[in-house]
């Protein structure tokens, strides 16, 4: 009679989770590059921390074995498919060939057969036009970088696109706005998976804030710009407003400077611009004071009276509101030294 085989009691190994992330020919490095050091980085700083094993990163491409041209001149040569891309827990889709044509087919299918297993499907940049390919996006909130947002919504009308913010989680499909919003998005996975402490410290060895604030209203050129309408009251009341911006503005004072009555005025300035008159005002004035923030000269209070707000808390409200952070997080990161 053989002899019974030892058996030891205790706890099954957690399995590792395996993050794929789709490289193709063209491809912009930085982004890819983004995801092997967040996910593939030996991580000797996290001895303890971890409840679970690091996470497995395999590169996949619709032929393994070939080598894809990069931009920079060099060529990168995946070794998996994009079988391995459909099996994995996480899918990284860091961009597309073409943000406007259309998305290999066998990638949108990977991508399909990836998400009804329940693998967690994520975008970096113009990756989110996969995403809504593939179907995943239709009727939920995404992101894009802020160049592409308006091609993203007219072929895609389904998905709600919101071109500000720098990620948006819809639990199992998770989007992210430009390049470096990769990094914002992939530490909120981290943060996911294995908690606070250890994102905080893979983002400090990284060097980039364990969270940002704000969104990418706040990376867009903003500066107040002519009006470059064809002469007609409306386009006549908003060139006399940008050069009024310190001083109080009202509808009637604009509806005057148009040389129409009020209710007239806000019909037609509203079904042009799509914003309120007030409203397209408090957008002028926090663009102009952003270069004010970016000097090392003026407090927030200065700057918000000399663009024409009554008072501070109005200016960081509005500011808010606009740029999606606050005017003493964007002179932080924008400042110049004095």
Known sequence: MAEPVPVTIGRRPAPVHTVAVYAFAGMAPFELGVVVE????????????????????????????????????FSLTPRHGLEELAAADTVVVVGVPDPYGDVPPAVTAALRTAHARGARVVSICSGAFALAAAGLLDGLPATTHWRYAAELRRRYPDVRVDPDVLYVDNGQVLTSAGSAAGIDLCLHLVRQDHGAKVANTVARRFVVPPHRDGGQAQFIQAAVRPVEEPEDGVARSMRWALEQLARPLTVPLLARAAGM????????????????????VAIQRVAASLPLLESPEGSVEEIA??????????????????????????????????
């Open 305 to 338: 009276a000399a663009v024409g707000f009554e008072s501070a808390a109005t200016f960081r409200h509005h500011f808010g509101r606009t740029m999606r952070t606050s005017p003493t997080a964007y002179r932080r990161t924008f400042g110049r030294a004095a």
């Open 261 to 280: 009555s009020d209710r007239s005025y806000l019909r037609h300035f509203t079904a042009r611009n799509g914003v309120s008159p007030m409203r397209w």
């Open 38 to 73: 967040v996910f593939a980085l030996a991580r000797p700083e996290l001895a303890g921390l971890l409840s679970a094993p690091w996470y497995d990163v395999r590169v996949c491409a619709e032929h393994p074995g070939h080598p894809l041209e990069a931009v920079g001149g």
